[in-house]
């Protein structure tokens, strides 16, 4: 069993930066693919960025690509998204995911466990 915790959500102007967090507990942190995801209301939720447990090797969807970096830090049970250049289209409840098994997820249905979610608002 994962639980995970999201923080660093906010409101943030165009262009700026934000980081986010994502907490787990649990002995196997370290075995699972991590992934993030944003989902805006009546829309379903969209990959963003996953990072694999074993090499550390990370995926981005083509709209965050170059503008998100996507990070875990083991001993810390943490996974982090950087986000810089923000646009106000990025504006949503961005959710950490946990993957076991083989490979990462571009799917939610891929993916285990999920946190609570963080809003993210960024004005123009």
């Known amino acids: 069993q994962v639980q995970l915790v999201e923080s660093g959500g906010g409101l943030v102007q165009a262009g700026g930066s934000l980081r986010l967090s994502c907490a787990a507990s649990?002995?196997?942190?370290?075995?699972?693919?991590m992934g993030w995801f944003r989902q805006v209301p009546g829309k379903e939720r969209e990959f963003e960025a996953a990072i694999h447990w074993s090499d550390s090797k990370t995926y981005y969807a083509d709209s965050v690509k170059g503008r998100f970096t996507i990070s875990r830090d083991n001993a810390k049970n943490t996974v982090y998204l950087q986000m810089n250049s923000l646009k106000p289209e990025d504006t949503a409840v961005y959710y950490c995911a946990a993957k076991r098994g083989v490979g990462v997820g571009w799917s939610p249905r891929s993916y285990d466990y999920w946190g609570q979610g963080t809003q993210v608002t960024v004005s123009s």
């Open positions: 649990g002995r196997a942190f370290a075995s699972y693919a």
